[in-house]
């Protein structure tokens, strides 16, 4: 038993710092976690999870008008309402904050309610009390940013936008990252008349290029209004709303402006910089492979550590970090080239691999299969929506290196294309996989061709 009051002191009750605090308490840690605002963290309750409950219920205006062709009539006009689905989603997370308070509850991890202060190497200060722990994780996740333009107080952020008093019947986005993209989509699903504003050519920079060109391009037809290479000059108080001044000259009215122009980690008032503790030229807390920061008792990880900001990363990585620090064998390093990710778009995005673009610049030859096509589905419902799928093999190898899909379930599709990817298995095993029938996913095995080398 050492001298500290914990073994382990988590500043963070989101996805990764829970599942640190569980999994080091099962081992025998004793374990303290500090909480200000909700357990969960932003997956929970302004992230992942209301998302993708709000896409779920943008998809229904396709659903309804896809029903026609196979024989369905409505009996009036389908109407959403806005406070139904919000207060619905209200409940949902109130019940899963119930869930990670018991989970900690169960695993005995101490919970806090407070914003905790760092003093030393192993003391924090929290809700009145000095505490004293020989580890200290920092896993506060990341915040919203607000670029500064005039006007930019009437801007809401991904924190707000789940719970808007009123539906916006128009509605503008800025950025063009997941985010912004994703609530693109989800209020043009829903009703809304929508503007996309992106500062360069494209968005999702990073993707590959034609599952960015192609998203693109459905998201054109579904009737979002994308508005490339422009920037919002001024944001003025309007007689009916809010009046928008692109940097193009363009004016827009709209009744909502979304701010989706990238999170930046929440290390602010938690006393790092008085320690010293080093940062990236990105401002994220640089660590090493045992998740351990320039002060070696002080660890982090999640978003505030600069890796792919997303839930299965940091539940992941918390458990490198305990297996590191209170497990009897150092884990293998994660393999974060090969990480599948979504973007729940619509239509939806799904990724693992490389991109065509990175393939080609770090292997030279590599042979690309690719498809689009218009599902099943619609030759009934009559909707012009396509999907595309994509493998990028690896041509000295024969590894597929890279999939990509666009289209509905991509994500359900792609997290079981990820395996053998992450396996590295070749393009002459996707080959002898016999597919399902009649699915869309059977076209990853059924490529036979290279659209191009």
């Known amino acids: 038993m050492s001298d500290f009051d914990y073994d382990l002191f988590v500043i963070g009750a989101g996805s990764g710092g829970v599942r640190a605090a569980r999994t080091a308490a099962a081992l025998g840690a004793r374990v303290a976690v500090a909480e200000e605002r909700y357990l969960g963290g932003t997956c929970v309750n302004v992230g992942c999870v209301p998302k993708k409950l709000y896409s779920y219920a943008a998809h229904f205006h396709d659903a309804f008008d896809d029903s026609a062709g196979f024989g369905w009539t409505l009996p009036a006009a389908p109407r959403f309402d806005w406070a139904t689905l919000r207060d619905n989603k209200v409940s949902e997370i109130k019940r899963l904050n119930a869930i990670y308070e018991r989970l900690l509850d169960e695993a005995g991890v101490r919970l806090i309610t407070g914003r905790a202060r760092v003093m030393d190497a192993h003391h924090v200060e929290v809700a009145g009390e000095r505490l004293s722990a020989e580890k200290i994780l920092i896993a506060v996740g990341g915040w919203p940013w607000v670029p500064d333009f005039p006007g930019n107080e009437h801007v809401v952020t991904s924190n707000e936008v789940f719970d808007l008093a009123r539906f916006p019947e128009r509605f503008l986005v800025l950025g063009g990252g997941y985010i912004a993209v994703e609530f693109a989509g989800i ?5 809304s008349q929508t503007h996309l504003v992106y500062r360069r050519d494209l968005f999702l920079r990073g993707f590959d290029r034609e599952v960015r060109e192609f998203t693109r391009d459905e998201m054109a037809k579904k009737g979002v209004q994308l508005h490339f290479e422009a920037n919002i000059e001024r944001i003025d108080q309007a007689e009916d709303g809010l009046a928008v001044t692109l940097t193009s000259g363009e004016r827009l009215e709209v009744d909502a402006v979304l701010a989706a122009t990238g999170r930046r980690p929440h290390l602010t008032e938690l006393g790092l910089e008085a320690l010293g503790v080093e940062l990236t030229e990105s401002g ?5 492979e045992r998740h351990e920061t320039s002060v070696p008792s002080i660890l982090a990880l999640g978003d505030v550590s600069g890796g792919p900001e997303l839930t299965p990363v940091a539940l992941a990585e918390a458990m490198q970090l305990v297996q590191h620090h209170f497990g009897d064998t150092a884990p293998a390093p994660l393999d974060y080239e090969r990480i599948p990710t979504a973007v729940f778009c619509h239509p939806n995005i799904a990724t693992v691999g490389l991109s065509e673009e990175v393939a080609r610049e770090r292997l030279g030859a590599i042979r690309v299969y690719r498809t689009d096509f218009r599902p099943l589905k619609h ?9 595309l799928m994509k493998l990028v093999v690896d ?3 024969d590894v597929v290196v890279g999939a990509h899909m666009v289209g509905e379930e991509a994500g359900e599709i792609i997290q079981g294309i990820a395996i053998a990817v992450r396996a590295g298995l070749t393009k002459a095993d996707f080959d002898a996989t016999v597919g399902i029938h009649p699915t869309g996913a059977e076209e990853f095995v059924t490529l036979r061709t290279p659209s191009r080398r």
């Open 395 to 397: 041509d000295a190898s």
């Open 284 to 288: 994220h807390l640089r660590v090493n």
């Open 187 to 191: 209020f043009n699903g829903l009703g």
């Open 379 to 387: 030759t009934l419902s009559g909707s012009p929506e396509r999907c």
